[in-house]
């Protein structure tokens, strides 16, 4: 299917950034087979079988296990990646990204005008929810409009308050009003956060979190015991032809890593979705198995409440960013899986990021420096809290506490459950916190949500109104050059006195039985591509 695009005098150089999504924050390193060295360690990075056996076959249930559930399944207020594995499954946007390509989802076409300032979508005549009914314009338009309600308290809301307006003007049309040209527009209606739901689902006594779904993807909820199992079955009415193969999708939740490795190594699984790292070496090296991964999409830290003293002065936070020794963090973390973070969020080969390290070796000497000129020259005490059945996270804080109380600062590690982490977080009931983010497709979804005044996963409320400019300057500079040195120069700031010590980006793997056919990874990142997968039985 074709995808339009108006091209009159001056719309040439809005519509090819939008085209090609513009910039994509989370567009890959390479989407090749190859080696990535970090920092010594090499390791191969495998996005797909060198060669494909034979014709996809239909039928069977693929049976994947993930360490943790997720606390909320509805599309637009999740924020926990295991929630973006299942809804990928699920929901559809209007467009979709594989690689950094902006290709059709539930929007078969669209037209940009001359001045970057409309966008016009025309739905498929063949998308249908779980339901039954038939995805239209007035569904676009409730979601999008759901989204943007600050009584929907979606995690990502800031980075559509350029929408002005969308409007239905037919079953099929659907058009939407933008306050100035957004270079990351379409890459961020490309993602999960985006999903256009069924109306009549998001209005039900159940909403989107229980055991019927609003979406309108390639599997649809059959049954689900929260924290244990989520059985998802095709939709026979999805739009793309042949997809999926699979008749169902098994999902099954274990925070306990031997369980997750023996499980894969015994059969009793087919998928196991990202191993813990101490297993990755010793799993790769099963004949029995196949793996896929080694580039990385998760960006771990430390947040510091930045509502609460003393985390509210920048000097204390800059000496415990000074404090830190993130390949330390890293190797003993992730078994050295991974790359550290010496300067902000993005690693150093995605598009926006600070290339030069901030941070080098620690610098104890100047850290206790800044301590003393923020009142604090013996240190003082602080809790750090991460969530008790995240192994490696776990690990990073006791690394952590070892680091900092070089400088004095003596940490309490607080062990919780992972939805009492997320009840205190959001109500900024913490001192520290250790976290992670996922990778985003465009570094503004990212950016605006956990950095900007009123971002849904700006935990502590931090504001900086330099970063907050550079941000939303960056949403529309079309100029792809341009916009990445914005973003380098919102990166050093959160490096210098923004709220979290960015600590590492991961090296993520999965491994699955030898029959799991059409494995096609994209680690910018996306799951959509699971509806590829077969079986060769």
Known sequence: MRTRFLTRVLAVGVVAALAAGCS???????????????????????????????????????RIMIRLDANELDPHRMSETSAFVINEQIYESLVQSYRGEIKPAIAESWEQN???????????????????????????????????????????????????SVEARDERTVEMKLAKPN??????????????????????????????????GPFKIASRVTGQAIKLDKHDKYWEQGVPYLDGMDFTFNPDDNARAAAIRSGTVDFLWRPAPEFIDALKRDEK??????????????????????????????????????????????????TPLNAGYLPPDRFGAVTEPIYNKPDIEKAKSLLAEAGFPNGFEAKLMVIATSAFQVRSAEVEQQQLAKIGIKVTIESVESTIADSRTKSGDFDMYQSGFGLTYD???????????????????????????????????????????????????????????????????????????????????????????????
């Open 24 to 62: 994509g924050g989370g567009e890959p390193p390479s989407t090749t087979n190859g080696e990535n060295g970090n920092d010594g360690l090499t390791s191969n990075v495998r996005l797909e079988d060198d060669t494909q056996a034979g014709t996809p076959k239909s039928g069977g249930r693929l």
């Open 289 to 338: 198995l196949k793996w896929y991964g080694g580039s990385g999409s998760l960006s771990l830290h430390v947040r510091l409440n930045t509502s609460k003293a003393p985390y509210d002065n920048v000097k204390v936070r800059q000496a415990i960013y000074l404090a830190l020794d993130r390949q330390e963090i890293l190797n003993v973390a992730n078994s050295g899986f991974g």
């Open 443 to 537: 570094p503004d979804e990212r950016f605006s949500a956990s950095f900007l005044k009123g971002g849904g996963l700006n935990y502590g409320n931090w504001t900086d109104p330099e970063y907050e400019n550079l941000i939303v300057q960056a949403r529309s500079e079309l100029d792809k050059d341009k916009r990445a040195a914005l973003y380098q120069q919102a990166e050093k700031i959160l490096a210098e006195r923004g709220p979290v010590a960015m600590t590492f980006l991961n090296a993520d793997f999965d491994v699955v039985q030898k029959d799991v056919m059409g494995y096609q990874g994209d680690p910018t990142p996306t799951y959509r591509f699971y509806r590829n997968i077969w079986l060769d039985r």
């Open 114 to 164: 001359a001045d970057g300032t409309s966008l016009t979508f025309k739905l498929r005549d063949n998308a249908f929810f779980h339901s039954g009914r038939k995805v239209t314009a007035a569904d676009v338009k409730y979601s999008i409009e759901r989204i943007k309600d600050p009584e929907t308290r979606a995690p990502r809301a800031r980075s559509y308050e350029g929408i002005t």
């Open 183 to 216: 270079a990351a527009i379409l890459t961020l209606l490309s993602t999960a956060a985006s999903s256009i739901v069924d109306r009549t689902v998001a209005e039900s006594a159940g909403g989107l979190n229980g055991s019927v779904d609003g979406g309108s």
